[in-house]
């Protein structure tokens, strides 16, 4: 049976979530070694890491953890050369990072039982993306839609009017249970966090 383990961050780590299938995947990688440990001891031996962006909190663990690495073509770039759009202020210089398949809209990453479809959603980076099991009403949605009408900055590699464009979108979406890169996990009225986030921005950038 398909099992979610969330990671919830600290610090500067983002969210990490372990998704036990036949495939053991994770979904971020949080800023570092610490993060890196506590994923360890849910995940065991990892066989594909799937980053939703391209900074560094969410993808600094990532030379700790073993696992084909997965990220959307539009950050490809960023993420190997180390720039990481700016955001090694929070965890120091790292690395670039090897990417093994970039992914884009529409894209199936099947696991066993969940089979998670990439949402390309632009505005907190160019890459990045969403992944929603529409099966079970899951939203994994990195640093484009947190709880509360919260949603991530534009001001590292992003754009607002991409991410007013992108929260409508996922706006639409049938959520059951909403995993952000920071803050916690949503498991009831998920379409009041998705409908209150959609008018905040409307707000800030209409």
Known sequence: MVRVVPIISRGMDSNVY?????????IDTGA????????????????IIINTHAHTDHCGGNRFLGGRTLIHEKDRTEAE???????????????????????????????????LRVLH?????????????????????????????????????????EMLASLERIADLEVET???????????NVREHQEFALESARMMFE
């Open 18 to 26: 372990v998704i036990q299938d036949e495939k053991m995947a994770v």
């Open 32 to 47: 570092g070694r610490a993060m890196a440990e506590r994923v360890r001891e849910v995940a065991g031996d990892i066989d």
């Open 81 to 115: 050369d180390g720039t990481f759009y700016r955001t090694t202020f929070l965890t120091g210089a790292l690395a670039g990072i090897d990417i093994d398949q970039t992914l884009k809209e529409g894209d199936v990453i099947e696991l066993g039982e969940m089979k």
């Open 121 to 161: 959603t632009p505005g907190h980076t160019p890459g990045s993306i969403c992944l929603y099991d529409d099966e079970r009403g899951l939203l994994f949605s990195g640093d484009t839609l947190f709880p509360d009408g919260a949603f991530g900055r534009t001001d590292f590699g992003g754009s607002d009017a």
């Open 178 to 188: 909403l995993y952000p890169g920071h803050m916690a996990p949503v498991t009831e």
